[in-house]
């Protein structure tokens, strides 16, 4: 059973496009991320939500919009797609236990490529 | 600006050897994570360490946790080509409101 789900896995398309990753966890964590994983390999946040509500909100270009239907499903949709968009984008989840962080589960990347 | 500094950025040595990694900060941390990312996947968690001082062992990977939360250490022996990947150590400032990430470690494992 995979934990966090991402699809697509791999995602190219033409400059000005828009589209959409999906991200579902069954693990019942409360809160679920996008992450942002360049070329060098480092890991940047995007956005979080807690339970459908957002939480964390990165200076990210607002052609990026992510939408959460319930708290196990968290979707990012990009509008007029750049090449500088070109990355891997993981979603990940985490349940806080008391008042300590314990860290994410990742999905497995979407590496989008815009060309 | 809250920073994680990861070193080595790169290691390359034979199966066998024993090697440490760090990441280090100005910054307290209420827990700190170890990740391990293999290519075309996501970072998966190996360990979360809470408290200062802490020693947690997994086979033969040992992470430490500096007494004062603000740096860690990731001791392995005997390492083998399976440790090849990229090691990443990620600390909670408060709760989960702010996770810093370290830029990484990319471990090579000569057979």
């Known amino acids: 059973d995979t934990a966090v789900s991402q699809t697509p896995k791999y995602l190219v398309t033409q400059m000005g496009n828009d589209k959409s990753i999906k991200c579902e966890q069954n693990l019942g964590h409360d809160t679920m991320y996008w992450y942002k994983q360049d070329s060098k390999k480092f890991l940047k946040i995007m956005f979080s939500y807690n339970n459908k509500e957002l939480i964390i909100n990165e200076t990210v270009p607002n052609r990026f919009s992510p939408k959460s239907p319930d708290k196990a499903h968290l979707n990012l949709h990009i509008n007029s797609l750049e090449l500088g968009d070109s990355a891997v984008y993981f979603c990940?989840?985490?349940?806080?236990?008391?008042?300590?962080?314990?860290?994410?589960?990742f999905g497995s990347g979407t590496r989008l490529t815009v060309v | 600006t809250q920073l994680l500094e990861q070193s080595p950025q790169f290691l390359s040595i034979q199966e066998g050897e024993n090697l440490t990694v760090y990441c280090n900060s100005s910054?307290?941390?209420?827990?700190l994570q170890w990740y391990r990312q293999e290519p075309g996947e996501g970072p998966v968690l190996l360990v979360t360490?809470?408290?200062?001082?802490e020693v947690k062992k997994l086979k033969r990977l040992t992470f430490q946790f500096g007494d004062a939360r603000k740096d860690s250490s990731l001791h392995i022996t005997a390492a083998q080509p399976g440790d090849t990947g990229l090691y990443l150590c990620?600390?909670?400032?408060?709760?989960?409101?702010?996770?810093?990430f370290g830029k990484g470690t990319r471990l090579h494992i000569l057979p």
């Open positions: 990940a989840s985490s349940q806080v236990v008391g008042t300590r962080f314990y860290g994410y589960t």
């Open positions: 360490v809470v408290t200062g001082g």
């Open positions: 910054s307290v941390f209420s827990s």
């Open positions: 990620a600390g909670a400032v408060n709760r989960d409101d702010k996770i810093i």
